[in-house]
């Protein structure tokens, strides 16, 4: 179903939903970017999926060449509280609704759609294109009516189909229905629920033995013949004729009408419509598509009669609905998938971070360290904890070392360690710990970037040290320099899932790398690595305003012997 609109364009001034209100409205349209989505068609279904996407803060355009199919019709029944409403005023409501969120709507009829999923190119009547994401198509279909006098003029009026529709107004009136085979006995038996004047006529010059029965039972006639002319007085229908020459009172007459789909505009994509088969008989043609509307091109969904021949308004709303949240999804995958290909870009080196880099170097470090008399609670880190217990104490290097608390806690556990830092002040903090304890730490005052050993450690740590993309991926190499065979490398740090926690942490993505980042600079530095964790480890701290959960991002890989 399509309508039809009084501009060439419509895009509400302002919201008129209260979430709209509030600036949750969809993104506006600068003109040049491919919509979101483009939906073809702005009857029940079209306006639907229109509705759910705008809701969604997409930004979408609803073409519509005003010719919905239902136009004939005075009202539409069977809409949960919209029973009864005209179809016209039923979809200006939705029109209104789907502005109100900051859709579009333009009064156009689409005629050819090209391209590919994130890139289609829709060409509209006027020679004008426009861009989208993924394209919805609810163009419906056309109606193939019986080739008799005045059927055509009266369609939807008292020359009728569906029983759900117009069954309730007819009342008691006397109906005749016109239709061969088991469809027609089909609808005169449904059609004898609403009114107890029924009347079948049929070509076929043999009606079987049970059909006459069920048809008998019911009380309803049958008449030989096919359809010759429609009696009309006073703008109404009052009987039918037959190629027989016979006179069948009627207030309504019921036809079987095939739904051919209007789908050209899909065909330049290899979207062809087939027929649809009842009892053997063709009843129309649609557009193949699953239950969620989906098309064998992808990016491209299909919703009401055009690809359900049997839908009505309400149902047609509904799929319109469901194929406007399953593009959504769609668009959801598509925007992590792009956002994840930024991030990546970014903790690589690839792309430049917006915000510059966050670097707290020697002299920053020295100044934190002098305003407090410990940076750190003194106990170990917990991933070291976690990651590092179950290893049998050898000669271990903790790269980064702070004020030494990791260093001291794993010489407690029987490691010959190696702390190195480049903050002195830090340094000296550990080693009284380590002093303290009674326990011996070889502490090294250098930068951590640049400095190296010719020796190999069976643990090589690193807590928390964030850098540029250069510079971190010349600190992954040297570090898993050291690492002697069998032995462990061990690097966490913090994860870019956190950066909006409330925290205080710098917002620089790119020194912010996740494990897949790190495991892939580890194993891009060569020679034989078996990654054993590299996961985002939740943990929780204690603020100033409650617990809130952090995340570690954990690397731990073991060096082939």
């Given at each position: 179903m399509t309508s039809t609109h009084e501009h060439h364009e419509h895009a509400a001034p302002s919201p008129t939903r209260d979430a709209a209100a509030a600036g949750l409205a969809a993104a506006p349209h600068d003109g040049t970017a491919p919509w979101d989505v483009v939906v073809v068609g702005g009857g029940a279904a079209g306006l639907a999926a229109a509705l759910v996407l705008a809701r969604a803060r997409r930004r979408v355009l609803v073409l519509d060449d005003g010719s919905p199919r239902n136009a004939p019709a005075a009202h539409a029944h069977g809409y949960l509280t919209r029973d009864g409403i005209p179809p016209r005023a039923l979809l200006a409501h939705g029109r209104d609704e789907v502005l109100g969120y900051g859709g579009v709507v333009r009064t156009a009829r689409a005629v050819a759609v090209t391209g590919t999923?994130?890139?289609?190119?829709v060409a509209l009547d006027d020679?004008?294109?426009?861009?989208?994401?993924r394209v919805i198509s609810t163009t419906g279909g056309r109606d193939e009516l019986p080739d008799v006098p005045g059927i055509a003029q009266r369609w939807g009026r008292d020359v009728l189909h569906c029983p759900y529709c117009h069954g309730h107004e007819i009342g008691d009136g006397a109906v005749v229905v016109a239709g061969d085979g088991p469809l027609g006995v089909h609808a005169a038996l449904l059609w004898r629920q609403w009114t107890p004047?029924?009347?079948l006529v049929r070509a076929d010059a043999a009606l079987p033995a049970d059909e006459a029965a069920r048809l008998a039972a019911r009380g309803i006639r049958v008449a030989r013949g096919g359809l010759a002319e429609l009696e009309v007085e006073d703008d109404r229908l009052v009987a039918v004729r037959t190629d027989h020459d016979e006179r069948i009172p009627a207030a309504a007459l019921v036809v079987r009408s095939e739904l051919h789909a209007r789908a050209d505009h899909l065909a330049p994509l290899g979207l062809e419509p087939v027929e649809v088969e009842r009892a053997g008989v063709v009843v129309g043609t649609t557009v193949p598509a699953d239950e969620a509307g989906a098309t064998a091109v992808p990016g491209v969904r299909v919703a009401g009669n055009l690809t359900d021949p049997f839908a009505t308004v309400?149902?047609?709303a509904a799929q319109g609905a469901f194929v406007g949240a399953m593009t959504n999804a769609e668009l959801v995958e598509d925007d992590v998938r792009d956002a994840v290909d930024q991030h990546t870009r970014l903790v690589?080196?690839?792309?430049?971070?917006?915000d510059g880099p966050w670097v707290l170097d020697e002299a920053g470090w020295e100044d934190r360290y002098a305003g407090v008399t410990a940076v750190w609670s003194g106990r170990p880190n917990a991933a070291l904890v976690d990651h590092t217990a179950?290893?049998?104490?050898g000669r271990a290097l903790d790269l980064g070392a702070g004020e030494g608390r990791d260093a001291v806690w794993l010489a407690e556990r029987g490691w010959d360690v190696t702390a190195v830092d480049f903050a002195a002040t830090g340094l000296a903090r550990g080693e009284q710990a380590a002093a303290a304890a009674g326990l011996r730490v070889r502490w090294v005052h250098a930068d951590v970037t640049t400095w190296a050993s010719d020796e190999q450690f069976d643990l090589v740590t690193s807590h928390f040290i964030h850098l540029t993309p250069e510079r971190r991926t010349g600190f992954v190499t040297r570090a898993a320099s050291m690492v002697a065979p069998g032995g462990t490398l061990l690097l966490v740090g913090h994860d870019a899932l956190d950066l909006a926690a409330p925290v205080g942490r710098p917002r620089d993505r790119a020194m912010f790398p996740g494990a897949q980042q790190v495991r892939d600079e580890l194993l891009a530095t060569g020679g034989a690595w078996t990654v054993e964790v590299a996961h985002a480890v939740p943990r929780a701290i204690t603020t100033s305003d409650g617990v809130v959960t952090l995340h570690d991002t954990v690397l731990r890989a073991v060096r082939a012997v």
């Open positions: 999923v994130g890139a289609f190119d020679g004008t294109h426009v861009l989208a994401r004047d029924v009347t309400l149902a047609s690589t080196g690839q792309d430049p971070s917006p179950h290893l049998t104490p």
